[in-house]
């Protein structure tokens, strides 16, 4: 995408486009992608399909950047707003006890955040808020996702796990956080079916985190 269309911004396919009710001028040429081509896994000897799946190849696909189309205006996406006081501060030390590198660095752009075993890098410069937010969901994939149980999970669910950790560690303290949560979540393939699958692990992850960064005399909200 950054060799063909350097400026570009938000690109999806052109249905999606038409789907958020912008539509692909005519004339516009396609930004061509590799798309994975997913197929299910089938249980040796049974006719039924399981939930996993695995990557067959790629194709070849075309995306377009907004300013190649036109319609109504794209609404806020995944907005966290409010100050989080002291517990950003708090949250980066509990990090660093846990044994975990932070860095902000501009090489994981245009990521907001990056976890990978042991390593946490955030972009720097984002709102106050929104860091927190981060911190929050690269933590807690830091803190569920390793091992056996990041080999036995798809993205989607791991995703899932870690925005519904982030979103109840953020209301927690006081963060307005609109649809930041099922934004990203439904942008992953989430639902509803896949948080009620991972409740256990999300209220456990979510108050360890809150344990450590509220003081005692904080009740959870």
């Avoid at 249905?15 to 009710?21: A, D, E, G, I």
């Amino acid at each position: 995408i950054a060799t063909q269309k350097p400026n570009a911004s938000h690109v999806a396919g052109f249905q999606t486009w038409r789907k958020l009710n912008r539509f692909v001028r005519k004339g516009e040429t396609g930004i061509a992608i590799f798309a994975p081509i997913v197929v299910k896994k089938r249980n040796e000897g049974e006719e039924s399909e399981d939930e996993q799946t695995r990557l067959f190849g790629f194709r070849t696909a075309y995306v377009f950047d907004e300013s190649q189309t036109d319609g109504e205006p794209l609404p806020p996406f995944a907005t966290v707003k409010g100050d989080p006081m002291q517990f950003t501060a708090t949250l980066e030390r509990l990090i660093g006890e846990r044994g975990i590198a932070l860095e902000y660095t501009d090489r994981i752009a245009p990521a907001k955040g990056m976890s990978s075993g042991g390593r946490i890098e955030v972009l720097p410069g984002l709102p106050a808020a929104e860091r927190f937010s981060v911190l929050a969901h690269e933590l807690a994939h830091e803190l569920i996702h390793k091992g056996e149980r990041r080999k036995n999970t798809s993205q989607t669910v791991r995703e899932t796990e870690a925005e519904a950790v982030a979103f109840v560690v953020c209301h927690s303290i006081g963060l307005d956080t609109n649809t930041a949560a099922s934004d990203y979540i439904s942008l992953h393939q989430g639902d509803q079916a896949t948080l009620a699958e991972s409740l256990e692990v999300i209220q456990k992850t979510a108050a360890e985190i809150l344990r450590a960064i509220k003081p005692a005399q904080d009740p959870l909200r």
